[in-house]
């Protein structure tokens, strides 16, 4: 497949789809179509295998590439092979970022959560850094990336913690020692506006940082998928539930957005 794009990933961890509708996040919505999409998983690890697989969160109305039963944008043909992807790969390869570097792309992962320290989410890749949670870093190190593989393109995950507890953002975060689904699972106190507004402010902070990398990679106008979602959501007290990582609608309501640079999506 010789016209095969570049690709970016970008997950929000732990962003749910209300923080998005809430938030004011002009360079996202300039550069993606988002929609609301549900979960594969509650938590980052399954959520992001199922991704490597090109099942990303689904809506449920049948747009194309929003819900992979209509659609799907990015398949390893293993399966049902009666709709062709966007991009499609070849039978027996082992995930979508290992799919495009079969293609000859250069390939980086870049992880905010400690989940990124497992091989299940690393290995794919012939590059991996983890960062921690601190996004300026982070695009600084993919622009740096692609500029280095000008040549050959790039397939590339930005996994962003700033939208994870502890939901702060400025530089290089350290996350909670204890999560707060621990600390108040039995609390009864309910939804907590306060707590929420601090990931909604999380999200403004990560959509003036991403200016910088989206303009970039808009300048370079090579063809390129855009994919921007969240791997799970969170609750905040709604039924006296805390975190994530267990069923709530919540918790599997998510922001799903799809763009390209240079590269027709329709």
Same mark, same amino acid.
């Not at 979960?39 to 490597?52: C, E, K, N, R, W």
């Not at 449920?60 to 929003?66: G, H, L, S, V």
């Not at 500029?147 to 939208?163: R, V, W, Y």
């Not at 791997?231 to 709604?238: L, Y």
């Given at each position: 497949?010789?016209?095969?794009?570049?690709?970016?990933?970008?997950?929000?961890?732990?962003?749910?789809?209300?923080?998005?509708?809430?938030?004011?996040?002009?360079?996202?919505?300039?550069?993606?179509?988002?929609?609301?999409?549900?979960?594969?998983?509650?938590?980052?690890?399954?959520?992001?295998?199922?991704?490597?697989?090109?099942?990303?969160?689904?809506?449920?109305?049948?747009?194309?590439?929003?819900?992979?039963?209509?659609?799907?944008?990015?398949?390893?043909?293993?399966?049902?092979?009666?709709?062709? #992807? /966007?991009? @499609?790969?070849?039978?027996?390869?082992?995930?979508?970022?290992?799919?495009?570097?079969?293609? +000859?792309?250069? %390939? $980086?992962?870049?992880?905010?959560?400690?989940?990124?320290k497992h091989e299940w989410l690393t290995s794919c890749f012939e590059e991996f850094i983890f960062t921690g949670i601190?996004?300026?870093?982070?695009?600084?190190?993919?622009?740096?990336?692609?500029?280095?593989?000008?040549?050959?393109?790039?397939?590339?995950?930005?996994?962003?913690?700033?939208?994870?507890?502890?939901?702060?953002?400025?530089?290089?975060?350290?996350?909670?020692?204890?999560?707060?689904?621990?600390?108040?699972?039995?609390?009864?106190?309910?939804?907590?506006?306060?707590?929420?507004?601090?990931?909604?402010? #999380? /999200?403004? @902070?990560?959509?003036?940082?991403?200016?910088?990398?989206?303009?970039?990679?808009?300048?370079? +106008?090579?063809? %390129? $998928?855009?994919?921007?979602?969240?791997?799970?959501?969170?609750?905040?007290?709604?039924?006296?539930?805390?975190?994530?990582?267990?069923?709530?609608?919540?918790?599997?309501?998510?922001?799903?957005?799809?763009?390209?640079?240079?590269?027709?999506?329709?």
């Amino acid at each position: 497949m010789a016209d095969i794009p570049n690709f970016l990933l970008i997950t929000l961890d732990s962003c749910r789809w209300d923080t998005y509708k809430m938030a004011r996040t002009p360079v996202l919505d300039k550069y993606f179509d988002f929609e609301k999409a549900y979960s594969q998983a509650t938590f980052t690890l399954p959520s992001h295998v199922s991704m490597y697989q090109g099942m990303f969160p689904s809506t449920k109305n049948k747009r194309p590439y929003y819900n992979r039963f209509s659609k799907p944008i990015l398949r390893i043909n293993e399966r049902n092979n009666l709709i062709n #992807a /966007l991009v @499609n790969f070849p039978k027996g390869t082992q995930s979508i970022f290992e799919g495009f570097r079969d293609y +000859n792309k250069k %390939t $980086l992962g870049l992880g905010a959560m400690s989940w990124f320290k497992h091989e299940w989410l690393t290995s794919c890749f012939e590059e991996f850094i983890f960062t921690g949670i601190h996004l300026k870093h982070q695009c600084e190190l993919a622009k740096q990336f692609i500029e280095k593989n000008k040549s050959k393109g790039f397939g590339m995950l930005i996994n962003i913690g700033e939208t994870h507890e502890p939901y702060e953002y400025g530089g290089l975060i350290k996350p909670s020692l204890k999560s707060r689904a621990r600390v108040r699972t039995f609390d009864t106190s309910g939804y907590d506006k306060r707590l929420h507004s601090k990931q909604i402010k #999380a /999200l403004e @902070n990560i959509d003036n940082e991403l200016k910088f990398l989206l303009d970039f990679i808009s300048s370079e +106008n090579q063809p %390129t $998928l855009l994919i921007c979602c969240a791997d799970h959501g969170e609750c905040f007290g709604e039924d006296n539930l805390w975190g994530h990582g267990f069923y709530h609608p919540k918790i599997m309501e998510v922001p799903l957005g799809i763009g390209s640079v240079n590269y027709p999506i329709d």
